[in-house]
């Protein structure tokens, strides 16, 4: 089979999952058990046990997740392509990716509209780190990066809660960073770690100006953290920060 042939038939799987795991995103947002978007040992709100609402509404979000991540699924395609990898090696890494992206964000989803991180879809992204070992520098570059996010974040928990004496950062944070630093690597992890401060502070400053946060209120972390890690996985930023 020639290489025209083949890149064809990436960049159609690629369309093709992409497709599906717009769909599926809301599909499956909907129907996540209402515990997984509820605190241990409390009560899951009467919308969560509602098997009629819709937490994400079918339009526009089947559309607009869809294009996002067909979108994503062809430009890495085409990036492995460019890279000079096997074919297999391009398209094991493009369902890969794609997979995690759509992890990303009903993670960011679940985060930005109950304020939970469900540990199970954390376990499952914390997974697919396996699909991208074979590429990484070495055999412990998923292990530092797991190590540099969560445990960064642990300390910066820590010294906020000396300071403002509450918790400023979740445990849910913790494991999605620690999750994230498995798939991304130690280089990954830190353009993870710096496009989240920034957006994160933008957001926060955005919410004080609009007077929708005061100054010491908290604000979800994990969208932020979620789509830091989209971000880099699209466009490779820690070669360009680093």
């Given at each position: 089979m020639d290489n025209n042939t083949l890149k064809i038939i990436i960049f159609a799987v690629a369309i093709v999952i992409g497709w599906?795991?717009?769909?599926?995103?809301?599909?499956?947002?909907?129907?996540?058990?209402?515990?997984?978007?509820?605190?241990?040992?409390?009560?899951?709100?009467?919308?969560?046990?509602?098997?009629?609402?819709?937490?994400?509404?079918?339009y526009p979000w089947k559309l607009l997740f869809s294009m996002l991540l067909i979108a994503s699924g062809i430009?890495?395609?085409?990036?492995?392509?460019?890279?000079?990898?096997?074919?297999?090696?391009?398209?094991a890494l493009v369902i890969a990716s794609?997979?995690?992206?759509?992890?990303?964000?009903l993670i960011g989803f679940s985060d930005g509209m109950y304020g939970i991180i469900p540990d199970q879809l954390v376990v499952v992204l914390a997974l697919t780190a396996v699909a991208y070992a074979p590429?990484?520098?070495?055999?412990?570059?998923?292990?530092?990066?797991?190590?540099?996010?969560?445990?960064?974040?642990?300390?910066?928990g820590a010294m906020s809660k000396l300071v403002y004496k509450k918790d400023v950062l979740g445990m849910g944070d913790v494991k999605l960073l620690t999750a994230v630093g498995l798939v991304m690597g130690f280089k990954g992890t830190i353009a993870v770690l710096i496009l989240t401060s920034f957006a994160s502070l933008l957001g926060f400053g955005y919410g004080v100006l609009r007077g929708r946060l005061k100054l010491l209120d908290s604000a979800p972390l994990g969208?932020?953290?979620?789509?830091?890690?989209?971000?880099?996985?699209?466009?490779?930023?820690?070669?360009?920060?680093?």
């Open positions: 599906l795991g717009g769909y599926s995103t809301v599909y499956i947002f909907n129907r996540l058990p209402a515990k997984w978007l509820t605190d241990y040992g409390d009560t899951p709100k009467a919308e969560l046990l509602d098997v009629n609402f819709k937490r994400l509404k079918g430009w890495l395609a085409e990036k492995y392509w460019l890279s000079g990898y096997g074919a297999w090696s391009i398209m794609l997979i995690t992206m759509w992890l990303l964000l590429y990484k520098p070495d055999f412990f570059d998923p292990l530092y990066g797991g190590l540099i996010g969560g445990g960064l974040l642990l300390i910066i969208p932020y953290i979620a789509g830091a890690a989209y971000v880099c996985m699209l466009f490779d930023i820690a070669s360009i920060l680093l």
